[in-house]
């Protein structure tokens, strides 16, 4: 990170949200912190498929990993890394091919687009100013369009690119496209959101 530009942060966002366990520059939370009581997991199973309560109304205790755990991820990050970064590289080239010389907004899905985000904002500010969001979109409800509308008035929505770690089949993609279309055309007259896939994720602005 030596020949890294290292934007500033937004004086108006960073003071919105928060960058949890993240380290301030990699990442701005746009959203808002509850405090919610765990939930079993065969109960949260049970609620959700009688449709008594939505999955995102409650959450489920999580665990450190297991030393096993671990070593699994470690043994996995050691087999990656190489093609973790090659992939990094390639979307990052992209985005600065789309936006030579200029700001680029990425704005990560909570949770699963926030690492690719981060590693992607390393790369990029290598070579030009980038800021970093992480908003929530949750499944039947959405994304958060009031923490969007708070970036947009803060960088406009030209070069906002959104972040995806979690591709599955394509659902999630599919459906965030027409709505951010949808959403963003209200605004101003914008070229349709393109898909970038990519190994490890996917990128569309």
Same mark, same amino acid.
């Given at each position: ?79 990656? +890394? ?10 990052? !080239? @992209? /985005? *600065? ?75 999630? +993609? ?10 963003? !055309? @209200? /605004? *101003? ?17």
């Amino acid at each position: 990170m030596s020949n890294a530009l290292i934007t500033p942060l937004n004086p108006i966002l960073s003071k919105l949200g928060f960058h949890g366990s993240y380290r301030p520059e990699d990442v701005t939370f746009l959203m808002q912190i509850d405090d919610i009581q765990p939930t079993a997991v065969e109960e949260k199973e049970y609620l959700i498929q009688s449709g008594k309560m939505h999955y995102s109304q409650m959450i489920s205790a999580e665990h450190p990993p297991t030393d096993e755990q671990m070593q699994h991820y470690q043994h996995a990050f050691e087999q990656g +890394a190489q093609r973790l970064a090659e992939e990094v590289q390639k979307l990052g !080239n @992209s /985005l *600065m091919q789309r936006f030579p010389k200029q700001e680029i907004v990425l704005v990560s899905l909570v949770r699963a687009g926030v690492p690719l985000g981060v590693l992607l904002k390393h790369y990029l500010e290598k070579h030009q100013s980038c800021y970093h969001y992480g908003i929530s979109i949750i499944r039947d409800r959405g994304v958060d369009f009031a923490a969007l509308q708070a970036i947009i008035e803060q960088h406009g929505a030209e070069n906002i690119v959104f972040v995806d770690g979690w591709t599955g089949k394509g659902a999630y +993609a599919k459906n965030s496209q027409k709505i951010y279309k949808t959403f963003l !055309n @209200s /605004l *101003m007259k914008l070229e349709i959101p393109r898909l970038v896939p990519g190994l490890i994720g996917v990128v569309f602005w």
